[in-house]
Each structure stands twice: as structure tokens, then as C-alpha cells.
């Protein structure tokens, strides 16, 4: 069975993709064509030449991004991987080996960690590998390094709980304009907002069973044990703050005129994200710029698009480019150290005689 879904998960991605891409390609072609002069264009044009038409109206709307939107979108990134580098810690701290383990040690293997797992994918293996590798240079055993991974991704989904409750709880409408991607995404108002309060529900009693020391909760081969209340209050913070940083990013490149505002586009980018996750595709991509699309009809295509590949540069593409020198740096360091300890370890020449 497990051979069977190792097969049945990748094409699912990339079923996904496909549908995307031709749902998101159909999308920005209607919108790009009330640009002036575009829509002659695009009808006589062929699919490669469209493509070409579509990506010159793209670069207008990311040349028309103000240069403070820049720098408030280079800010929220910032924001939202200090928040990751929060999540280690939080780890660190439930597993009482913090002390020793500077931040700046702590920030740069997060950083480097989500930069690999946000752009190549399978974040348990590329991620987790790195986490592997930096923390067992810090003394913690695999079996630690293995609950620092998974509190780490629960912080994430703990943050996703929290925000999506509360958007579906706030703004149920928000699901309505996914209808247009399948009638499978028709969820009626009252079901989206018994959805968020299902989330938010969760989030209290896991605050609850913190509170209360619950007995650890297992199912089957997994054990669930509720960390520390000062521990859950640090998640109650750090995990929604990168979720926020994350989707100011295109917030902040997104226009002024037909902005829905960020409590919508929060919404808009915890729904394509979790889409992007869902699909197994690295990066999310296209799926996550459909749902997105699909999510903002008031704001054009084009416009929405290229907010979303500001947001591709600064939280995904620039921190992948920025981790590799540090990757190339930690493994030469580690082989020095091997080294240097196999030469301590080595008998003296001649010792035998």
C-alpha cells in the first residue's frame, strides 16, 4: 500500500498543477485583456505569444508597485522568518536544550532550513535534514532532533488553526469565489463559519489540555504530549506573526485600488498556501496562484499575479540563494572538525616501536 502511495501522491501534484495552470492562465488572459490594447492581442495571438503579452502587462503591475511597498513587503519578510527562527527556539525550550545554543545559531539553521523546505519541498527530508545536521553538532540525540521537527511543524499548523478560525469565523464569505475553480469549493457560509469555529475549538483545547496537564495523547504509534502553558502562550504569538509577515509581503505589493484589506488577504494567503502545501508541489506553484486569484476577484489578475511573484522572490527565491553559501560554509566547518578530531585521535608516529 505504501509503495502504491508513493506513486499516488506525486501524480495527484501533478494533477494539480496542470488544472492550475490552465485555470490560472485562462484567468490572467480575460483580465490582461482590458488592459489597452492588449485584447486585440490576445485573440489573434497563439498560446506562446499570449504568454508573452501577458507577462509585459505582469512587469507593468510590478513596475507600478511603489517603492515603499517594497520596503514594507523586505520588512514583513524579515518578520515572518524571525517568527520561524522562534518556532526553533520554542522547540528548544520544550526540550530543555536551549542553554548553550546561541540565537544567532538557532536563526541562521531556521533560516536555512525553510529556504530548502519552502523551494524543494518534502520539508521532513530537506529541512529536517538540516535541523539533523545543526543540532546534532549541539549534542541533541536524533530522537530530539525528530520532536524538535514535528513541534515545529505543529507550531506552524497551530498559527493556520488559529488565523484561518478566526478569518472563516469573521469573513465565511471568503470561500465563495473558489466555486469558479470547482463545484466541489461551493461551501456555504454557514459551513465555513462552523469550519472556523471547529479550528478555533481545537486551538482552546489544546491551550486547555496544557492548562490542565492533560495525559499525553496517543493514537496509536504517535504521542501527543502537551507542552508547558508558557510554551503553548510563546506559540500563541510566534506562530501567527509569520503567518502575518508572510502575507504582508503581497499585501504590501498589492494596489490600493480594490484592496479588500489585510484581514481578506490573510485569509486569501492561508487558504493558496495550505492548497500549495496539500498538493506536494514545491513551492506551492500554481496552485497557490489560483486559489489566490480565485479568492480576489476585485483586484485584477495581472496585479494579483505580480504580488504574488514579489512575494516568490522575497520568501522563497532571495532566502534560497542567501542559504546555499551557508549550507557550503557549515558542511566545510563540520569537515574541519572531523579532522581535527581524527588528527587528536590519531597514535603518534612511531608510538608502536
Known sequence: M???????????????????????YA??????????????LLEQG?????????????????????PQGYA??????????????????????HLGKA??????????????????SHNIGAS????????????????????????????????????????????LVGEPQILRPLASLSPWFAIHETAARLAGLAMLAFVALYTLGSWLHFKPLTIKHFHLVYPRLNIVARQYVAAPLELVGAAGIIYFALPETGNPGFFVVLGAFLLSFSAGLLSQVPGGVGV?????LAIMPGIPAPAVFAALLVWRLFYLILPLVMS????????????AELAREKHRHAPPEGGGE
Open 2 to 24: 505504501k509503495r502504491i502511495m508513493d506513486y499516488v501522491w506525486p501524480l495527484v501534484g501533478l494533477v494539480a498543477v496542470v488544472l492550475s495552470v490552465h485555470a490560472l
Open 27 to 40: 484567468k490572467l488572459k480575460a483580465e490582461a485583456a482590458v488592459e489597452p490594447g492588449v485584447g486585440a
Open 46 to 66: 497563439t498560446v506562446w505569444s499570449n504568454i508573452g503579452t501577458i507577462a509585459h502587462v505582469i512587469a507593468q503591475k510590478i513596475a507600478a508597485i511603489p
Open 72 to 93: 514594507l513587503a523586505g520588512l514583513s519578510t524579515l518578520v515572518a522568518y524571525a517568527a520561524l527562527a522562534w518556532y526553533d527556539r520554542i522547540a528548544l525550550l
Open 99 to 116: 542553554r548553550g545554543i546561541s540565537w544567532i545559531y538557532v536563526a541562521v539553521c531556521s533560516f536555512v532550513t525553510y529556504a530548502l
Open 124 to 167: 521532513v527530508f530537506s529541512g529536517g535534514m538540516v535541523r539533523y545536521r545543526a543540532y546534532r553538532a549541539k549534542g541533541l540525540s536524533p530522537s530530539e532532533v525528530a520532536l524538535l521537527v514535528a513541534l515545529c511543524s505543529f507550531t506552524f499548523a497551530f498559527g493556520t488553526l488559529l488565523l484561518l478560525g478566526l478569518v
Open 288 to 292: 497557490m496562484e489560483a486559489v489566490f
Open 324 to 335: 546555499i553559501p551557508v549550507v557550503l560554509g557549515f558542511e566545510r566547518w563540520r569537515l
